[in-house]
């Protein structure tokens, strides 16, 4: 028993690996690839336009809506790519890196102070825990509250125990703590910087 619960932050360590060479793979492929085509299908879309002599009233508008669809998607991708990369907040600071987040899964986002002098790699993980719990949650309804020493982000339902686990677990691996308390209507989850992180 002991073995084992000494090597959850090896195994912590080694899944965050893992997942951060995955997401990198992730971005680069939605950067270099789907962005890319996306935007072509767009540039095909106008030129076939421009081979219509007269187009009638019902062409141009599903050549409008063709590329409302095309510039919507491309802009989805674009998010993607940027929310799925390793170190965003380094790449955006913490507040764009929350507020891409909080676009990217659906939640409200509230800014009532920000962590003072944070280093980057403490700010990167601070987005990773708030991106791993959107993740868990699943739940379009959350609100983030950004605080002066962490992140506080409230959802209708609570993170089950294995997952809660692996994210206390990750946290204080990150120089974090992570806690959550279970209401009748929410469930509150706590993304607080240890003092001596």
């Known amino acids: 028993m002991a073995t084992a619960a000494r090597s959850i932050p090896g195994d912590v360590r080694a899944a965050r690996r893992m997942r951060e060479a995955e ?51 491309v802009s989805a991708v674009r998010r993607l790519s940027q929310e799925a990369a390793p170190g965003l907040a380094s790449r955006r600071g913490l507040e764009g890196a929350l507020r891409l987040l909080a676009e990217a899964y659906g939640a409200g986002l509230q800014i009532a102070g920000l962590p003072q002098t944070l280093a980057p790699a403490r700010a990167d993980a601070l987005c990773e825990a708030v991106r791993d719990i959107l993740l868990a949650l699943e739940d379009s309804s959350a609100r983030i509250t950004v605080l002066p020493r962490g992140v506080l982000i409230e959802a209708r339902q609570p993170i089950d125990a294995e997952t809660e686990s692996l994210l206390r677990s990750a946290a204080g691996e990150a120089g974090l703590t992570f806690t959550q308390q279970r209401g009748k209507e929410t469930a509150r989850m706590e993304i607080l910087l240890q003092e001596n992180g």
Not at 30 to 50: F, I, N, V, Y
Not at 51 to 58: D, I, K, R, V
Request: one cysteine or more; charged letters at 25%.
């Open 23 to 73: 997401r990198r793979r992730l971005s680069q492929a939605l950067h270099d690839e789907t962005g890319p085509l996306l935007c072509a299908a767009g540039m095909a879309a106008e030129l076939l336009r421009g081979t219509l002599e007269a187009a009638t009233p019902q062409q141009e508008e599903l050549f409008a809506k063709l590329s409302r669809a095309l510039e919507q998607a």
